[in-house]
Structures are given as structure tokens and as C-alpha cells.
RNA sequence: GCGGGUAUGGCGGAAUUGGCAGACGCGCCGGACUUAGAAUCCGGUGUUUAACGACGUGAAGGUUCAAGUCCUUUUACCCGCACCA
């Protein structure tokens, strides 16, 4: 009976032929399939490992036999918070845990038996990997895309560091759901800004979800619109606003500006001076979960100085509020009370003036209610521009800016430069030395990696953990051999998994990052599988870091993962999400130490569409172990069959034969496009339609070569579902291993050939009764063979005929009256 | 608020291009085997009706010979973004 104990014994065999090995030859015929790789923070592989690793080895393994030459690397990411928050509970240090863990779930891995090519293993925490993370930031700093900047940046009270603007949601923290506050400090960044326009283009091309495209295209967020210079009046000084209705610049009645921005103290009056600063300070205290808050009231206050319309050239007032965002567009906004419902409610709360001028053009009544923020229509109160469409007035306002040297046509993202630094140790070190003489050192690519000292005080207290280790901050300056001080964070671990994809194939490379031209012929990936919470963060990261290789001429390739899958979640019993407080947690190595991972694997793919999931159920467990046996019962019947000597192929094997071939090609289309439950259910259709034949003819009447051939390919066709059972079988069916090296099953078309096929007859559109007809009848005679079925009369009870409607080979309608 | 998605029997879920709704499985009912049970094998199982039939894919309309599928309106839930000028 299949169980553990098959699956071991085919894991050893599959080891020792090297199976998952990938062989260069055949680099012509390469699949790169790849799972998001696994973060050795549990000590436990869980039910969402499974989920991702099995039907996606399924998958593999369907490519390997259709004669593609798979490569299906796995590894661990392994740098990052969790190891250290819990060697900060423990006192186990993050190196011990981590590696321990890795441990663990490798040889978790290996009882999946999932056909992973652990030869290629990259594990993110140790040198020979960081030392090319770092490798990567230098270069990164050599093309001017690493920078440094005092930034007021999203800070975690609980984690102690620095988080990117991804790692905040809704306000908190993402990973300890701590409130954020803002911090500034000196921070290294990332300037993917530079690449927004790109990474929004790409995704065009890309086979990935509709949703992932959309959220990184919501994500990089970009506006097409105007800037125009607005002048302060009495200084000499200007500022810029960016807005996406220039057409609307007649109606300014005040303008905007973030409080942080650095104009505010230039502009503000000794009057307005208190009022100010007290304002600016308010909004430094806010947390972000206030900053967020739906129903907060709009607040601001007046700098006492005023700005000039650049258009009607008017005075308006120019206020400081926290409504504006310092770090989108030029950071100032021209308001319209008119025409933006922001910019009302405070006009109406301060007593601004509101001034329309835009009027509605498909309507005759204008009126003024000032609840209608009329989006589009024809400008009035404009001067020169009134009588344009809103779309003109764009274009025209603008042009007449720029020629004024007063404004011009701007693109705005909503993508901010990533910031990496992280005050934690647990993380691969940032290779910069800070010297008072030479200031800001890359480290030497000779010197790498900087390696993390593995005797730290890594107990957080607002400072980078290695800020306190002097053996690793004092150094010497590799420029003038002056005493030098390192920098002291660590990269964010995002940076590690950016890259990954490029390392796999190349692991053991101790010269280079990888070598060009092999990873050139290795990439991109073909097929790329993990959870859709990643959509925003790690595949923009990714895609980014791709592009700056390419630009630095490490590779041509622009995107690394062609086509794109998330698989669905799945939940507990209780149809919540599974977590230890709920106490609704299903452990993955009791059922696969019961049963077999087979059983497990099976149940996972047939109990969901895999891309929705959905929750556990043990009955569905239940009535898969009873699959497997009702499946091995059947096999081995097969298999054993005394050899009889009918050569006559009877209606009862031409019919099992037309199921299993029609049921092959689906199972073709199923597994091509990852969708496992119909694919095990043809497979039981398949196992339906065997025992239907073997009841209906007696042994000694059975075709048996014609049925132990079949056989031998229904085997292939489950093996990459069930890869130990079907080796299993493939073996007792009198065949060397291994069955992964045969060819998958295709539909042997002989078999489908029907002198007369069976189509429905509607009456109305509802069906009545089947017809059996020719094979490739026209559509006349089909009509005749209907008109003239005795059954006919019947459901018509005497209305007459309208019309016939006869859709080849599909069904017949007939109108009646 | 904006953007995207989902909704189908008692349950998980099928239906690839508008063409037999409910594949496959669970559960339930029945039969065979058995002293009996378990296991196994076979059959039935959307609702309603005695039956013919009628109705049926969240709700309401529409297009079509024909709608789970297309269009309009709408409800519930899920996800993403959220003062982005």
C-alpha cells in the first residue's frame, strides 16, 4: 500500500540518478521554474509551503516530461527581522536559529520529494551570497543609484528601525503591527524613481495577473500634468506646484505647502511666525494611523505672505497644512475651492474665496451649487481661455506658461526612492567606510565580503546593533590608510531576494556575480509561483534590480519572470486564516508521515482552484487516501493481468479508449495552465471509466496488450501528480526508472475518430431530447434527421415551426411559435 | 472615496469560444458481498410535482434562436490604493 515508506525509497532512487540534476546540453530546451524561496523564520515548513512547492513540482515535472530540460532551484532567504526579534526572546543568536531552521525544513523539503536541484541552493544569510548583495549595492553607488539623504522616514518604536513606505500598512507596522512615527535620519536609498517609467511600460509585455500589473501600476502611480512658478510677492523667491488641472489656474484662490517643505521659513511673516512653528511641530508628532484617519479634519494655517497667479496674476494667500504631502509632486498645490472637493472644504473652513471656472458644457443649467465639482466643460471667468475645453485649456494654460518661462508639461509618480538602511543586525552589512578625510569610501570589491561579526549585542535600543561592535566599526580608510569608521546598518532584506533569480543558476560562482553569458541562456524566468502579497514590494524590487544589471551591463535580460502565478490561501477548518491563537493550525508533517506526500500533495490540488484556495477540509484528506487505494487496487489488477491472446479490440475498449484519449488531451490543457482540480478529476474520470471496463468484460475476453499498454500510460499521465506512487507502479508494471525520463502522454487522435456523433435538440432553448447523427453531417440533413424524429411531435403540441437554427457538430434549436 | 475581484446543489468546486448548468469529489439514500460490521464494488442524488412538466447560477432588467458566460442597474463579501493635487 502506498505510504511514507514508498515515497522514501523512490526519493533515495531519484537521489542517486539525479534526477532533478540540470544538464547544460540541453540548454536549448531549458524551463526556469521557480518558487518564491522560503524564509527560514518558523522552525516549520506550513500548509502554505505545501501549497506553493507541491502543485507547483507538479507542474516541473509535466515540463520535464514533455522534454523540456527543467531547472526548479530552491533556497532560503534568510537575512531579516523575525530570526532577530526571536534571538531577542531567546538568546539564541539569529545564526544558530536560522541555520537550524534551514536545516529543518530542507529535509521537510526533501520528504515533499519535490524534484528541487539542490545543488543550485542559495541561502541569502551566508558570505558567498552577501558578498554579491554587496557587490550589488557598490554598484549600485558607482552608477549613482545608491545615495544618502537625511530623510523623515517611517520609523517602527517596537522593531527599532527604519521601514520602506511598503512595510507601512494602514499605518502600522507590517510586521509587528506597531504604530509608526517618523524619524529623520541620514539614510541610504535606492533610486528606483529613475526607472518608473520603465517598470510601468514592462508590465505590458509581461504574463503575470491582471491584479499584480494593476496594483504595481497603482504602485508607481503616474500623472500626467502641469507645473506652473508661482512668485511670492515682495521676495525674491518662487515656488512650483504641480496639479493635473492647469486648466483650473483662473480659479486659484490660495495656495498649498507642505509644512516640512523648506520655503515655509522664508516666506513666513514675524506675525504668522508662532502660529507657524507651532503648526510644523504639531505635524511632526503625528503618527501615521492619525495621518491616515478618514474623517480627520483638514487643518492649516496662514504664512502671512502672498503668491501671484502666474496666469490672471493675482494675489492669493499662501497657507502651510499637512493635506499636502511633502513628498509627492513639487510638495505645494495651486486650490481651487471650485473644483476639488479638498480644497473647498478648507476654503469653506478658513473663509477663502471660491471662484468657478469651469462650467458644465452638456447641460443648460449652470448653476453654482457648490456641492458639483464640475470634472469636465468649457472654461468661463478665464480671461483669454475662456470658451476652451477643459483638454485645450491644458495644453493651451501650459504652453502659455512655458513661454512665459512660467511653467511646462510635467509628469509626477507616486514611486519614492527605496530606502535599504535597516539599524538591525540580522542583515548583510553595508559596504561603505566614512572617513574624515576622504568622506563617504565604497568598500574595495577585493575586501568583500564585509562580513557580519557573529559576536554582537544585537538588543535594540533605537542604534544599529553593530554601531557597539568596535572590532567591526573601527577600520582603516581604504583610500588614504586613515582610521575610518564603517557604516553600521545592514540592507534591507528585500535587497537580498532582488537578485536571487540571477544566483541560482550560477551558485558556486566565487569569481563574479554570475557569469553573463550562461545566465544570459538561463534567464528569464519561465514559469514564477508565490503569494500575491509580494505583488507590490519584492516583484517591483526585483524587476528593478534586473534593470540596473542590465544597465550595467551584466545581462540583456529586462524582465525576470516571464509569466507570473499566485496561488491561492489556505485557511483552517474554521474558514478563518490559520494562526496559533485561533488554534486552527494544520500541520503538514502529520498528514504526510500518515498518509504519504502523495496523498497530501493530491489533496491540496484537488480540493481548490489554485489560485483561490479556500479552507482545509479532513473529509477531503479522508477521500483522497480512499482515491489512492481505490486507484492502487486497480493498477495492480491491470498490471497482473494474465496475458490473454485476443487481438480483437471490442466497443467495450474502443470506448474506454475514446475517454482516456479525450480525457488526455484535457488533462494536457489543465496541467499547462496550472489548473490541478479538473486535471485529478479526469484522472479519476480516467480511473472511473477502467473499472467500468474491467466489470463489463471477463478477464479471459480483455485485450491485455492493448490494456497493460494503456496502463503504462495512464501511469505517465498521473506521474507528475502522484511522482512516488506512479514510480511505485511504473516499477511493478515491469518498467526502469524512472518514469519522469518518458515522454507525457499525448491524445492518440485514432482513437477519437466517431462515425456518428450525439447532439442535443432544443425546443426554445431549452433541451428536449439527442439526436445521433453522421459524423460531419450538413446542417440540411441534420434538419431533416430532427424534423423527422418520431419524438418530435410530442414536445410540440401542435405550435408550429418558426425556425430551425442547427449549429454544426454543437446543437439544434427549434423556434416554435 | 477610487480601482480590481468574487457570488453556481447540503458542502468543496466544474463548465477552455454565448451552445446539454452542476464534471470530479465529499455527504446522503439504495443495492451487491458478508452471520454481522468495516472495507470494497455498483446505482441514485439541483428544487418542485403523483406524473407530464415547470423552475433554477446573489438581486432586478436587457440583448440573443440560445446567457453562469455579453450589456445596464443593484446587493453582499474579499483584495489593492487612499488628502497623490
Redesign the pocket.
Known amino acids: 500500500m502506498y505510504g511514507k515508506d514508498i515515497d522514501r525509497k523512490w526519493q533515495k532512487v531519484w537521489d542517486d540518478e539525479k534526477i532533478a540534476s540540470f544538464n547544460k546540453k540541453n540548454i536549448d530546451k531549458k524551463y526556469y521554474c521557480l518558487e518564491m524561496f522560503s524564509y527560514p523564520s518558523g522552525a516549520k515548513l506550513h500548509v502554505g509551503h505545501w501549497y506553493n512547492y507541491g502543485p507547483v513540482d507538479t507542474f516541473a515535472r509535466f515540463k520535464k516530461m514533455q522534454g523540456y530540460e527543467v531547472f526548479q532551484p530552491m533556497g532560503f532567504d534568510a537575512f531579516g527581522l523575525p530570526a532577530e526579534n526571536y534571538a531577542i526572546k531567546t538568546g539564541i543568536h539569529p545564526y544558530d536559529s536560522t541555520m537550524k531552521n534551514i536545516e529543518t525544513m530542507e529535509s521537510q523539503l526533501k520528504a515533499m520529494g519535490a524534484m528541487f536541484n539542490w545543488d543550485a541552493e542559495v541561502v541569502t544569510c551566508k558570505e558567498d551570497y552577501y558578498k554579491w548583495t554587496q557587490w550589488l549595492f557598490l554598484k549600485l553607488y558607482e552608477m549613482g543609484l545608491a545615495y544618502r539623504k537625511k530623510a523623515n522616514v517611517n520609523w517602527c518604536p517596537s522593531c527599532n528601525t527604519v521601514l520602506a513606505?511598503?512595510q507601512v500598512?494602514?499605518g502600522l507596522c507590517e510586521r509587528c503591527s506597531s504604530v509608526v512615527t517618523k524619524k529623520d535620519l541620514t539614510q541610504w536609498f535606492f533610486k528606483i524613481t529613475d526607472y518608473a517609467e520603465e517598470l510601468l511600460d514592462g508590465l505590458k509585455e509581461l504574463d503575470w495577473p491582471?491584479?499584480t500589473k494593476?496594483?504595481q501600476t497603482?504602485?508607481i502611480?503616474k500623472?500626467t500634468?502641469s507645473i506652473a512658478t508661482f512668485k511670492v510677492d515682495g521676495k525674491d523667491l518662487s515656488f512650483d506646484?504641480?496639479?493635473?488641472?492647469v486648466d483650473t489656474i483662473c480659479g486659484v484662490s490660495y495656495v498649498?505647502i507642505?509644512p516640512e517643505h523648506e520655503i515655509v521659513d522664508k516666506i513666513t511673516t514675524d506675525e504668522h511666525k508662532k502660529e507657524v512653528e507651532e503648526y510644523k511641530e504639531k505635524c511632526k508628532i503625528i503618527t501615521e494611523i492619525d495621518?491616515?484617519?478618514?474623517d480627520?479634519e483638514?487643518t492649516g494655517v496662514f504664512t502671512g505672505s502672498y503668491a501671484i497667479n502666474p496666469v490672471t496674476l493675482e494675489k492669493v494667500q499662501i497657507w502651510i497644512a499637512?493635506?499636502?504631502?511633502?513628498?509627492?509632486?513639487?510638495?505645494?498645490?495651486?486650490a481651487?475651492p471650485a473644483h476639488?472637493e479638498?480644497d473647498y472644504i478648507f476654503a469653506n473652513k478658513y473663509n477663502l474665496d471660491i471662484k468657478q471656472v469651469i462650467a458644465p458644457s452638456d447641460s443648460s443649467n449652470i448653476n453654482l451649487d457648490k456641492e458639483a465639482y464640475t470634472e469636465s466643460g468649457i472654461l468661463v471667468n478665464s480671461g483669454d481661455f475662456n470658451g476652451l475645453t477643459t483638454d485645450e485649456a491644458k495644453k493651451k494654460i501650459t504652453e502659455y506658461l512655458k513661454e512665459k518661462k512660467l511653467g511646462d508639461f510635467k509628469v509626477?509618480y507616486?514611486l519614492r526612492d527605496w530606502l535599504v538602511s535597516r539599524q538591525r543586525y540580522w542583515g548583510a552589512p553595508i559596504p561603505i567606510i566614512y572617513c574624515d578625510k576622504c568622506g563617504v569610501v565604497p568598500v574595495p570589491e577585493k575586501d568583500l565580503p564585509v562580513k557580519l561579526p557573529y559576536n554582537v549585542e544585537f538588543k535594540p535600543d533605537g542604534k544599529s546593533p553593530l554601531a557597539k561592535s568596535e572590532e567591526f566599526v573601527n577600520t582603516t580608510c581604504p583610500h588614504c590608510g586613515g582610521k575610518a569608521k564603517r557604516e553600521t546598518d545592514t540592507l534591507d532584506t528585500f535587497v537580498c531576494s532582488s537578485w536571487y533569480q540571477f544566483r541560482y543558476p550560477d551558485n558556486k560562482n566565487s569569481e563574479k556575480i554570475f557569469d553573463t553569458e550562461w545566465i544570459d541562456k538561463m534567464l528569464p524566468v519561465d514559469k514564477y509561483v508565490g503569494g500575491?502579497?509580494h505583488?507590490?514590494m519584492h516583484l517591483l524590487y526585483a524587476r528593478f534590480i534586473t534593470k540596473v544589471l542590465r544597465d550595467a551591463g551584466y545581462t540583456k535580460v529586462s524582465e525576470p519572470f516571464k509569466s507570473l502565478v499566485h496561488q491561492g490561501l489556505i485557511l483552517g477548518p474554521d474558514g478563518n486564516k490559520m494562526s496559533k491563537s485561533k488554534g486552527n493550525v494544520i500541520s503538514p508533517d502529520d498528514y504526510v508521515d500518515k498518509y504519504g506526500s502523495d496523498v497530501f500533495r493530491m489533496y491540496l490540488m484537488?480540493?481548490?482552484?489554485y489560485v483561490?484556495?479556500?479552507?482545509w477540509?479532513e473529509?477531503?484528506v479522508?477521500?483522497?487516501v480512499?482515491?489512492f487505494?481505490?486507484l492502487e487496487?486497480?493498477l495492480d489488477k491491470m498490471i497482473s493481468l494474465k496475458d490473454t491472446n485476443v487481438d480483437k479490440i471490442s466497443n467495450n475498449e474502443k470506448e474506454l479508449l475514446y475517454i482516456f484519449n479525450n480525457l488526455i488531451?484535457?488533462i494536457n490543457?489543465?496541467l499547462e495552465?496550472m489548473?490541478f482540480?479538473?486535471g485529478?478529476?479526469?484522472i479519476?474520470?480516467i480511473?472511473?471509466a477502467f473499472?467500468?471496463y474491467d466489470?463489463s468484460v471477463e478477464d479471459e475476453n480483455k485485450n491485455t496488450k492493448l490494456i497493460k499498454d494503456t496502463i503504462n500510460k495512464f501511469i505517465r499521465i498521473i506521474a507528475p501528480f502522484a511522482p512516488h506512487f506512479s514510480e511505485e507502479m511504473w516499477n511493478r508494471a515491469g518498467n526502469e526508472v524512472s518514469v519522469f525520463n518518458t515522454e507525457y502522454p499525448t491524445c492518440d487522435n485514432r482513437w477519437l475518430e466517431k462515425d456518428e456523433i450525439?447532439?442535443?435538440v432544443?425546443i426554445?432553448?431549452?433541451?428536449?431530447f439527442?439526436v445521433t447523427i453522421p459524423k460531419d453531417s450538413e446542417n440540411e440533413q441534420v434538419e431533416k434527421i430532427v424534423l423527422n424524429d418520431e419524438r418530435l411531435a410530442?414536445?410540440l403540441n401542435g405550435r408550429s415551426i418558426k425556425?430551425v437554427?442547427v449549429?454544426r457538430g454543437?446543437?439544434v434549436?427549434i423556434?416554435v411559435a
Not at 506646484?241 to 488641472?245: E, G, I, L, S
Not at 495621518?291 to 478618514?294: G, H, K, N, P, V
Open positions: 513606505n511598503e500598512v494602514e491582471e491584479k494593476k496594483i497603482n504602485w502611480g500623472s500634468g506646484v504641480f496639479t493635473t488641472r498649498v507642505a495621518r491616515l484617519a478618514e480627520r483638514k499637512d493635506y499636502v504631502l511633502a513628498t509627492y509632486g513639487t510638495g505645494c498645490v495651486m481651487v476639488d479638498r509626477t507616486r500575491p502579497e505583488a507590490a484537488f480540493g481548490f482552484s483561490e484556495g479556500g479552507p477540509s473529509e477531503g479522508t477521500a483522497m480512499k482515491y487505494g481505490r487496487r486497480l488531451k484535457g490543457y489543465d495552465h489548473q482540480n479538473t485529478i478529476a479526469k479519476m474520470e480511473t472511473n473499472y467500468k466489470q450525439e447532439i442535443p432544443q426554445n432553448g431549452n433541451v428536449k439527442v410530442g414536445y425556425k437554427i449549429v454543437k446543437i434549436n423556434v
